[in-house]
């Protein structure tokens, strides 16, 4: 079947009322979970799940896969307001669009943010409607050298970012390193740094700290602050983008959506590396890159664009193969088993109806998303005249809620707390967490996929030179490399006084 | 569609229509006797089934579907919580240590509880701290290659001999200080093959790595291998079960591909309550569970998935002592192979 008449078939299964409401509400629940900060797709999938049972197939998974790239639309809103991601996926985006909601321009943040979004997962879901055999090869051509390779290209990138002094962003960077080394070592099974603790034997998870090192530190900032201001005492300024702001967003937010789209379709990629890349290629790109960090619009544009894009790329694999990169993914495959569906190469084949429903959905699902944003924005800056003494509290049981509601274990509440207030000290020295946050995210999987290619090769390293796509993905990075060595003023902003 | 399908059987009511040996009571005839164990003011709220693995996984799944049968006969409330973290650590030391033992917490464990209780759990707890009260499934570990692989067509002995003869050439995905490298090292050991075991973290990941050719072999369980068999990439070599499963018929078993005994390393999924919880308590969720594994729809449904039940097991007069046989099986290899002493 062609995609044509495929999407023809899709969109005849999608545009019933059932389906069309099962589309919308998890749109909205997505939209609020990705608003909500600590409370992630995986935890309202995981609740969400059982509703499914008793619904067709097509309807449940259409519900299921709306709240998943419904969340990467919400979790940029409590980014810009109040600093605290409301997914991880959104951490990058704090730089700048909080930046520019203390300048007042919060509208333009979340209206760029939302239609950043639109175009970004409308764009995804063409190239999944055409190319996702294709590209579902290409997934499965990451092996262990490839993973290792886009690793030190995403750690090399973020090196562009690091703002303020260079020796804190490096200080950043080995601390986040440190960090992901506890857990157990996925070569000979052993536990490292865990201290005979059974709650550090999975390393520590990656919700709690972000929630922590954001979300909490940046309350116990403002408590420290001033109690009795709201966030924004002067002025809200207007909620849509400018002329200006849409030329500077324009090729941020297509670049950010190729980049988000190839990267969603690795499994080692996903939409927190996906959203990081993106603002490191476009600090990298801007005739400006000091600005980056102090509220430009293409800081918002990019990454979120690229967290949505990479939302689609991560269901190639998934549709084409029954591979899923993600956790939130095999949830959407676990989904469909329990339907009784065998997800795999041949479902496209086997399920045409549900393949081409799923994906006539997502086309569906992100217009939804957007017309349900777009008036949300002027709702959510209203949010910041209410006064901070009111907000704070709520934020932090939300987070409390959110974070507990992952693996319902209460040590995840202390590493929050901990975080909390270890970002708190790091703030007041002015030490940068987005740097830190990649390398713990990056490291994990980069030591995993080194010490795998070095198992699998015959001749040791050379592997890396051997495969085609690794040794471009390190080619690639050793000109950054280099790129940096010469002219390090250029392409460090602010930095230098290493 | 699930629904459906269990209506149906409620009304016309047949586990036998679903290839459930007969003789087995169905689900209507044995419920005055559930009513009779049911004991009074139990349960006095909902009842948590503990997953230590997240959720849409193989076994938070099983456990899924089972607390629906469950909450179909008994009309109590059932409701799945996945404890994750550690691979399971966390939420086996949570049942073991933390849970309350009033019968309203029901694990569905899978048999890598035994191997966390015995290698890593360091005296913290133990696996008799939790209470086996019913089998569910079992999933024999399976190896298998791609079809334009080097073993494309070669007989499991055939491949051991070629990593004889090619020693540390051959790659083979393993998931460190599991099942997965404890049949590896069976092989290498009994037949002088030397694989490259490449660690994943998952068997999931192998099987993704072997579709890709970065390993040759992987080691992994029907339902994930079964869409690739149907589109022609993957060929199985070889089940580690006793004897070979119901609907594999053509698949030889480790111990006939390679003339041994011991080549047996299957996931056996079971439900445990805490020590401790009141004998009538124990004796009723038990009674439910077993009801639950003879409602015809949800055999249908585990059968789909793939899975395999072991007559031994699930015939069991007493399946707690058969699991935990099971479980001293396991404590003796890793004596045997020094790793526990």
């Not at chain 2, 599991?178 to 694989?195: C, H, K, P």
Request: proline share 7%; net charge neutral.
């Amino acid at each position: 079947m062609d995609a044509f008449s495929g999407l023809l078939l899709g969109f005849q299964i999608i545009l019933t009322p059932q389906n069309l409401i099962l589309c919308l509400v998890g749109s909205v629940v997505g939209t609020l979970i990705g608003v909500l900060p600590g409370i992630g797709p995986l935890a309202a999938l995981a609740l969400l799940l059982p509703v499914t049972f008793t619904l067709p197939p097509v309807a449940g998974i259409v519900m299921l896969a709306a709240i998943f790239y419904g969340a990467m639309y919400g979790g940029s809103t409590t980014s810009i307001l109040l600093n605290m991601p409301g997914e991880a996926a959104s951490v990058v985006t704090c730089r700048d669009g909080y930046q520019m909601a203390r300048q007042g321009r919060a509208g333009p943040a979340l209206g760029i943010a939302a239609i950043g979004s639109f175009i970004a997962g409308t764009l995804s879901v063409l190239a999944l409607s055409f190319f996702a055999p294709v590209l579902g090869g290409f997934a499965l051509r990451f092996g262990p050298p490839e993973n290792f390779a886009l690793m030190v290209l995403g750690l090399i990138s973020t090196l562009f970012m690091i703002s303020g002094s260079t020796l804190k962003g490096l200080i950043m960077i080995t601390l986040g390193f440190l960090l992901a080394t506890i857990g157990i070592d996925v070569v000979n099974g052993q536990e490292r740094f865990t201290f005979g603790t059974i709650n550090l034997t999975g390393g520590i998870d990656i919700l709690p700290l972000v929630i922590g090192l954001y979300g909490i530190s940046e309350i116990l900032t403002n408590v420290e602050r001033a109690m009795s201001t709201s966030l924004v005492t002067s002025r809200i300024g207007s909620v849509f983008p400018t002329r200006a702001d849409w030329r500077v967003s324009l090729m941020p937010i297509l670049r950010g959506s190729g980049l988000g789209f190839l990267l969603g379709l690795i499994p080692g990629g996903g939409p927190i590396t996906a959203a990081f890349m993106s603002y490191a290629l476009e600090q990298r790109l801007s005739p400006h890159p000091e600005r980056f960090g102090t509220g430009t619009i293409e800081g918002v544009a990019g990454p979120e664009s690229a967290n949505n894009a990479a939302v689609g790329g991560g269901m190639v694999p998934v549709l084409s193969l029954g591979i899923p990169g993600t956790p939130v993914t095999a949830l959407l495959l676990g989904a469909l088993v329990i339907q009784g569906i065998q997800p795999g190469p041949l479902f496209m084949v086997n399920h045409p109806d549900l393949f081409w429903g799923i994906v006539a959905s997502m086309y569906i699902g992100n217009l939804f998303l957007l017309i349900l944003n777009l008036p949300l924005v002027g709702l959510w800056v209203q949010l910041l005249r209410v006064p901070y003494r009111y907000l704070f509290p709520v934020v932090l049981l939300l987070s409390v809620v959110g974070t507990y509601s992952a693996n319902k274990n209460t040590f995840d509440l202390w590493v929050m707390l901990g975080f909390g207030v270890i970002g708190w000290f790091l703030r007041k020295f002015e030490y940068d967490f987005a740097p830190f946050i990649i390398a713990f995210i990056l490291a994990p999987l980069m030591e995993q996929s080194l010490r795998q290619a070095l198992v699998m090769s015959r001749d040791g390293p050379m592997i890396f030179l051997h495969r085609p796509i690794t040794a471009v993905l390190l080619a690639v990075s050793a000109v950054l490399v280099a790129l940096i060595v010469v002219k390090p003023r250029r392409f460090i902003p602010g930095g230098g006084d290493v | 569609m699930l629904t459906r399908r269990m209506l149906s059987i409620a009304a016309g009511g047949l586990a036998a229509a679903a290839g459930f040996p007969a003789g087995l009571a169905s689900a209507q005839d044995a419920r005055p006797d559930l009513a009779r164990l049911k004991p009074a003011g139990f349960p006095s709220q909902p009842m948590e089934m503990t997953v230590v693995y997240p959720a849409g996984g193989g076994a938070d799944l099983t456990a899924r579907l089972l607390a629906r049968t469950m909450e179909q006969i008994s009309g109590d409330r059932i409701l799945v919580n996945n404890r994750t973290g550690g691979a399971g650590m966390v939420g086996h030391a949570w049942l073991a240590t933390q849970a309350p033992a009033d019968g309203h917490v029901m694990g569905m464990l899978v048999n890598l509880v035994w191997g966390d209780a015995m290698l890593r759990a360091q005296g913290r707890w133990n696996y008799t701290d939790l209470e086996p009260i019913g089998y569910i499934n079992s999933d024999p570990m399976i190896w298998a290659v791609t079809t334009d692989g080097p073993f494309k067509d070669m007989p499991l002995a055939r491949i051991a001999e070629a990593a004889k003869e090619k020693p540390n050439t051959f790659r083979v995905a393993t998931v460190p200080g599991s099942m997965w490298d404890y049949l590896i090292e069976q092989v290498e050991q009994n037949t002088g093959a030397r694989f490259l075991k490449v660690p994943f973290q998952s068997g999931g990941a192998g099987t993704t790595a072997l579709i890709g050719n970065n390993v040759d072999i992987a080691p992994a369980f029907f339902a994930e291998l079964r869409p690739h068999i149907a589109s022609g990439r993957v060929r199985l070599a070889a089940i580690a079960a006793a004897q070979r499963v119901r609907h594999l018929p053509d698949l030889p078993t480790f111990n006939e591909a390679l003339g041994g005994t011991g080549y047996e390393w299957t996931l056996i999924r079971f439900v445990v309550v805490p020590k401790n919880v009141p004998a009538d308590r124990k004796a009723y969720l038990s009674a439910l569970v077993r009801q639950a594994m003879r409602d015809g729809a949800l055999v249908e449904e585990y059968t789909k998935m793939g899975v395999h039940f072991d007559p031994a097991l699930r015939d069991a007069a007493d399946p707690a002592a058969a699991l935990n046989a099971e479980a001293e099986k396991e404590r003796e290899f890793y004596r045997r192979t020094g790793r526990l002493r």
